[in-house]
């Protein structure tokens, strides 16, 4: 082939391949689909799932956050009626002690009774046989002590000793028919203690076991809608569960930003008002120093004679500057003698201040025992030593300390001294209430945290003082 041919089909081939390529490079530019544009109604339906998605979102979030409340609630209730069976509990046991009470007395007034006509049997066994009338004494066995005593006393032929006789047996009979009334009345007093505290005891049993459940469902609930919220925002259940843990925090804080505006609005009212008191106190106090000095007499001054060359009358005794006598010295002074004023005595320093209850050993001793029962479980009318409700802790607590208070949270919160929650201090009682009254109480421990027996279900365990539900604005003070 001449060098011209071989030129020609190199350019051939050269031309060939690359009308091959540039086929290659084209052909997917070709083969590309035309661009989609969505509908309007593509549109309006990826909007709608979105849009239902967020309700689905809101819906669940609504409803966990109902179930939460609703186990706050129940846990109230439940606070609610085993405060109810404590003090029905309190009331049992004063309706038996007075009942036992009423009873040993009827019983020895009875005795004596029985002593007092026995007494009375052997007086009138002696006039029969020294042969006097028992006219008399068959009046007294014959009618009541009131109508006998009248009418034995109203006999001219009764005597003193008779008549004795008489008013000692009609008294002790009419005494004990008197507490055999009393025992009558305590026993139904008793009878319905009783009854009240077996009603109040299955009321409890039932607000217990029905926050138990409710916990139970509620948890399961909530486990359900972690995985619903989860694929709902195609997310993890943990970050789910990390999110609603978020949303509770933010109840909480929500909580305790309002406590803590009623206990400054609390700590306002009373900064005003021990003010108001101390200053009607000194005014009190001017007003009557004004009366005393208006009402004490006042020095009178002898009349004035003018002045005139005339010796000065003998009755005038305050001699002249220039012809009193020294006065006398301290050690020969007549004891009847004004002395001079000499300049005060500077005062004794003030002793200082009892410590407030709360910072007295007691407090301490019932803080260190409140601790020492973290972690152990909640039991309706529990007072220990293993298991607690809120008002048997406190108590147990301060009896560890050597200090009886009452039973019940609210017998507690009466038994106290005020103190304003801004100035509690370890070993104060804070208290809930509702409309039911208060119904929950812990112990103050310091740094704004609080021990306490929370609910079924729980343990005794720490919580921030201000996210306490209901909390009143005012704690109490154990004088130990």
């Given at each position: ?292 000095a208006a009402a004490a ?7 004035v004679t003018p002045t005139?060359?005339?010796?000065r009358s003998s009755s ?165």
């Open positions: 082939m001449t060098s011209w041919g071989k030129t020609a089909a190199r350019s051939v081939t050269t031309s060939i391949v690359a009308a091959s390529l540039c086929a290659a490079m084209t052909q997917p530019c070709a083969a590309a689909p035309e661009p989609i544009y969505p509908s309007s109604t593509d549109v309006a339906g990826a909007q709608a799932r979105v849009q239902d998605a967020a309700t689905s979102v809101a819906r669940i979030d609504a409803e966990l956050a109902a179930a939460r409340a609703a186990n706050e609630q129940s846990a109230v209730d439940a606070q609610v009626a085993a405060e109810a069976y404590n003090a029905a509990e309190v009331e049992r046991a004063a309706a038996e002690a007075a009942h036992a009470s009423a009873e040993r007395r009827a019983h020895e007034a009875a005795s004596q009774a029985d002593a007092a006509a026995l007494a009375l049997s052997r007086y009138a066994a002696e006039m029969f046989q020294g042969g006097s009338s028992l006219g008399q004494l068959d009046v007294f066995f014959g009618g009541g002590p009131g109508e006998t005593l009248d009418r034995a006393l109203g006999l001219e032929a009764v005597g003193d000793e008779r008549a004795r006789v008489l008013d000692e047996a009609a008294r002790a009979r009419g005494l004990a028919d008197a507490l055999r009334r009393e025992a009558l009345a305590a026993q139904e007093r008793l009878s319905a203690a009783s009854a009240a505290a077996s009603a109040a005891m299955q009321l409890a049993k039932v607000r217990a076991d029905g926050t138990a459940a409710l916990t139970v469902a509620a948890q399961a609930r909530s486990e359900a809608a972690l995985v619903e919220l989860a694929a709902l925002r195609q997310t993890s259940v943990e970050l789910e569960r990390q999110r609603q843990a978020g949303l509770a925090a933010a109840e909480q804080a929500r909580i305790e930003a309002e406590n803590r505006q009623r206990a400054e609005e609390a700590a306002r009212q009373e900064a005003a008002r021990v003010a108001a008191a101390a200053q009607a106190a000194a005014d009190r106090a001017r007003a009557v120093a004004a009366a005393a007499p006042r020095p009178t001054t002898p009349p005139t060359s005339a010796p005038v005794t305050t001699p002249s500057p220039s012809t009193q006598p020294a006065p006398p010295s301290p050690s020969t002074q007549p004891s009847t003698t004004t002395p001079a004023p000499s300049a005060p005595a500077p005062a004794p320093a003030p002793a200082p201040a009892p410590a407030p209850a709360g910072q007295a050993g007691g407090a301490s001793v019932a803080v260190a025992f409140a601790k020492a029962q973290l972690g152990e479980p909640y039991v309706w009318a529990a007072t220990g030593p293993n298991s607690w409700d809120c008002s048997g802790l406190t108590m147990k607590a301060w009896a560890a300390a050597g200090v009886k208070i009452p039973r019940v949270a609210s017998d507690q919160y009466y038994f106290t001294k005020r103190v304003a929650l801004a100035n509690l201090l370890p070993g104060d009682l804070v208290f809930s209430s509702n409309s039911s009254g208060i119904y929950h109480v812990a112990i103050y421990v310091g740094n704004s945290q609080v021990i306490h027996a929370p609910q079924t279900g729980d343990v005794v365990r720490y919580r921030s003082l201000y996210t306490m539900t209901n909390l009143m604005p005012s704690g109490g003070r154990v004088s130990s």
